[in-house]
């Protein structure tokens, strides 16, 4: 059974780079029929898709980051990281990692905190 645990620091100062990684076990993130994602959730706020990783190594993002967004993998650690630049007390959220199969999120770590401030 696959299992994704997020990993990174849980405070980031505005203007900084938010790092996390989401190390996958129980399966390989270059398997074919998966695809592996980052999702947040800001505090009393829904569920946002950030961006997405696929098992050949090409990636999208969420129009809504205008950029600022990126998302990359070690193949050899079966990783994948988010890093989001000039992050704001707005980008304070749990942080989520998840597999995608076909369309649906089958897969999710169990989240992270991030607080965004000074």
């Known amino acids: 059974q696959v299992q994704l645990q997020e990993s990174g620091p849980g405070l980031v100062k505005p203007s900084q780079t938010l790092s996390l990684t989401c190390t996958v076990s129980?399966?390989?993130?270059?398997?074919?029929?998966?695809?592996w994602t980052w999702i947040r959730q800001p505090p009393g706020k829904g569920l946002e898709w950030m961006g997405v990783?696929?098992?050949?190594?090409?990636?999208y993002y969420s129009p809504s980051l205008k950029s600022r967004a990126s998302i990359s993998r070690d193949t050899s650690k079966n990783q994948f990281s988010l890093q989001l630049s000039s992050v704001t007390p707005e980008d304070t959220a749990v942080y989520y990692c998840?597999?995608?199969?076909?369309?649906?999120?089958?897969?999710w770590g169990q989240g992270t905190l991030v607080t965004a401030s000074s």
């Open positions: 998840a597999r995608m199969n076909e369309n649906a999120l089958d897969a």
């Open positions: 990783i696929r098992h050949e190594g090409s990636t």
């Open positions: 129980g399966g390989s993130i270059t398997n074919s029929y998966h695809a």
